[in-house]
């Protein structure tokens, strides 16, 4: 069993940064994909950045040049950069991760097996 904790969510204003953090407890190396997703009220949970076994990257249209996601091999953790967030960016984000390896992982939430419990980020205007 995987486990995945979130941590670094928190209230920004507009044009502000946060970071992510994900602890991932085992098997980094050989997870095929990770991913960082959002879930706004009212809205389904959509994916925003993710990254497979390769360091290949991939993001939602509506963060990239905004957003980065990275992994710490030492830390086992995954991490997302926000920068110039914005208030449609409020959300809970999730980190979540799943064995299947993809050229791209940015996939349906259905498609991720182990889920943390996610962190809320609130930006203000």
């Known amino acids: 069993q995987v486990q995945l904790v979130e941590s670094g969510g928190g209230s920004v204003q507009a044009g502000g940064s946060l970071r992510l953090s994900c602890v991932v407890s085992k098997y980094t190396a050989t997870l095929g994909c990770m991913a960082w997703f959002r879930q706004a009220p009212g809205k389904e949970r959509e994916g925003v950045a993710a990254r497979n076994r390769y360091g290949s990257t991939t993001f939602a249209d509506s963060v990239k040049g905004r957003f980065t996601i990275s992994k710490d091999n030492a830390e086992n953790t995954l991490n997302l950069q926000m920068n110039s967030l914005k208030p449609e960016d409020t959300a809970m984000y999730f980190c979540?991760?799943?064995?299947?390896?993809?050229?791209?992982?940015?996939?349906?939430?259905?498609?991720?097996?182990?889920w943390g419990q996610g962190t809320q980020v609130t930006v203000s205007s």
């Open positions: 979540a991760a799943d064995w299947r390896y993809g050229i791209s992982c940015l996939r349906g939430s259905e498609d991720y097996v182990y």
